[in-house]
């Protein structure tokens, strides 16, 4: 009977220990711990700040640098070579123009008030002596000698009125004039004039004019480009307009340029046909940039003759990638470049490739189509 005592008090004691004992351990389980940190730690636990990403230092492919006047890559031997300026008549018989399509930057301008304005091209080119064939080539005007020297460049033509003469007295004016080759292309002789091969070396050994920049080398690049990998927002800027036609008020060849999506350019036509060119494949003449700009003239005879007003200020556009937005220019000096600015006042950038700019008189302005 003692015995059976002592085992069922050893039980009750088993039992009240084990329930309270698990009730304490559940109650010590369930409750939060207590959090131990130092100011220390808890500075170390913030996520830092994401700082932007880095562009990669460009790498340029071995031997070859970026053109000053287009930003693509071309060969380092040319570095220092100056950029030809050739005068190209456009005039519908010098058609068909041969290297137009391989040139980097293509300048636009009424040529003459009579003949329905007729247009004439000023086409700039680094890499000459890689084009067979170049023009046909004609004659200069003021307004050429005066935008030739924003790019150190050399102007190629045949002959000019005696308005040239004081321009060619500048000491940072260098040009060659009648001294190309002849192709016999069945047209009358003032259309028969080009740019062939070994012309330019003799042009040099015959003359004092420096093939490489001299003391009158642009101080600036004259373009703010951006790479390919990087290009204009246009969207981002003040008054940006979708632009796939510019249609431009010169009534002689009614020159169009239409966006092609495709190539990301601005093909060329005049005369109600595609420019193109049989010395390059037969390539339409495309554009990556597109530079309008509204100036004034004047008159210097009853022959047509005149002169651009590009020593000055004025309004224009900026046109690539399908948009145009408005634009402001200015150029104080024979020598200074031409400085195009958006809006804000903030030198406009532009995208790698060639550009075309058209000097669209004040007068015809407001015929200018750009939509």
Request: contains cysteine; proline residues 5%.
């Amino acid at each position: 009977m003692r015995k059976r005592l002592l085992w069922i008090l050893l039980a009750l004691t088993v039992g009240i220990c084990t329930t309270g004992c698990g009730k304490k351990d559940a109650e010590e389980a369930s409750a939060p711990a207590e959090e131990e940190f130092s100011t220390e730690d808890e500075i170390i636990a913030e996520e830092p700040e994401e700082e932007p990403e880095e562009e990669e230092p460009e790498v340029a492919p071995e031997g070859m640098y970026r053109s000053e006047l287009t930003n693509e890559w071309i060969s380092e031997d040319l570095k220092e070579q100056r950029p030809i300026a050739v005068m190209v008549d456009n005039e519908k018989t010098a058609l068909p123009h041969y290297g137009l399509t391989q040139a980097d930057v293509i300048y636009e301008m009424m040529n003459s008030t009579l003949n329905d304005q007729i247009t004439r091209f000023m086409v700039l080119i680094k890499d000459y002596d890689s084009i067979d064939q170049i023009g046909s080539v004609r004659s200069v005007r003021p307004t050429n000698l005066m935008i030739a020297p924003e790019w150190n460049a050399i102007v190629c033509h045949d002959g000019g009125p005696f308005y040239i003469n004081t321009y060619l007295e500048n000491a940072y004016v260098d040009h060659f004039s009648g001294t190309f080759s002849r192709v016999n292309n069945g047209k009358p002789r003032e259309f028969t004039e080009y740019i062939l091969p070994g012309d330019m070396d003799k042009n040099f050994q015959n003359t004092k004019v420096d093939r490489e920049y001299n003391e009158y080398k642009p101080i600036e690049p004259h373009f703010k480009f951006v790479s390919e990998k990087k290009p204009v927002n246009m969207e981002e800027k003040a008054g940006c307009v979708d632009c796939t036609l510019v249609d431009l008020p010169f009534g002689h060849n009614g020159s169009q340029l239409d966006y092609d999506e495709a190539s990301g350019t601005y093909l060329y036509s005049e005369y109600g046909s595609a420019h193109k060119d049989p010395g390059n494949g037969n390539q339409q003449l495309a554009f990556k940039n597109v530079i309008l700009q509204k100036m004034t003239f004047s008159q210097l005879d009853a022959h047509g003759y005149l002169v651009w007003n590009c020593l000055g200020a004025g309004e224009g556009y900026y046109i690539t990638d399908g948009k145009a937005i408005p634009i402001s220019w200015v150029k104080d000096s024979e020598q200074g470049r031409t400085v195009y600015r958006d809006t804000m006042g903030d030198e406009i950038q532009v995208n790698t490739g060639k550009t075309y700019i058209g000097f669209v008189a004040d007068t015809r302005w407001n015929e200018l189509v750009v939509q």
